[in-house]
DNA sequence: GCAACAGTTTTACGTTCGTCAAACATTCGG
DNA sequence: CCGAATGTTTGACGAACGTAAAACTGTTGC
């Protein structure tokens, strides 16, 4: 049997700006979170989001840590999970608050 | 003597986004930018700002790590040191995000 | 001068965090 | 069925964090 499922996430309602903000406080999920800026799906390997240098237990830390802040949501497909960003969900809890975000984050020292 | 001094902070150009988000990744710290968002100067003592139940090296500590992150600015007059926020560096350097911040920060759970 | 004041720094302590390694599911392909 | 693939969970460890207490620095007022 394999009908798709999500795994545990917060309510739109509960997703707390202090956890949210912690959760994004780290150079990791904030690379994450810039990967999943793209609107789609991508599986939990370290390989496909230039996080070679992490163990894949790692990285699925750092997936569990945005999925419970409300970042991220997680469709599970067979073996593979497939990771994508809230962005409905965000912006209606916090309007304007993911573009400025994604905008500070594509803005390099100048 | 006793001429204005600012305590050490980053340039508006080293502000850096993961710093900030970690600094206001912290309930006390958000607590605390709150309170600044009245865009005027606040002393420093624990009951100036509803923290009573933190003693008041906690709250230097966490207004050091807002300082360092790039969040407010110190200045020095005497015994008193009055903090404020850098509103126009953070609009400077990451725009629309402040506001973002702050708008989120003021919505309750709904 | 000296005592009270306003905050910072230092030290200490328990908790949380980021990381890896190993063990553990679960699923797909032969 | 068996082995490879994809992640998760658990356990361990050092580093960083939040907090408080005590010592310290500099300032104001008498």
Do not use: W
Not at 34 to 62: F, I, M, N, Q
Request: hydrophobic share 40%; charged share 25%; net charge neutral.
């Amino acid at each position: 049997m394999s009908e798709d499922e999500r795994l545990p996430q917060p309510a739109t309602a509960d997703i707390d700006l202090v956890t949210l903000l912690h959760a994004l406080g780290d150079p990791v999920r904030m690379t994450l979170l810039l990967s999943y800026a793209d609107g789609r799906e991508h599986s939990c390997g370290p390989r496909d989001l230039g996080l070679d240098h992490l163990h894949k237990s790692t990285v699925s830390h750092h997936m569990r840590v945005l999925r419970e802040a409300g970042v991220t949501t997680t469709r599970v497909a067979g073996r593979n999970r497939f990771v994508s960003l809230r962005r409905t969900d965000l912006d209606a809890r916090f309007p304007g608050l993911l573009d400025a975000l994604l905008a500070a984050a594509s803005t390099p020292l100048r």
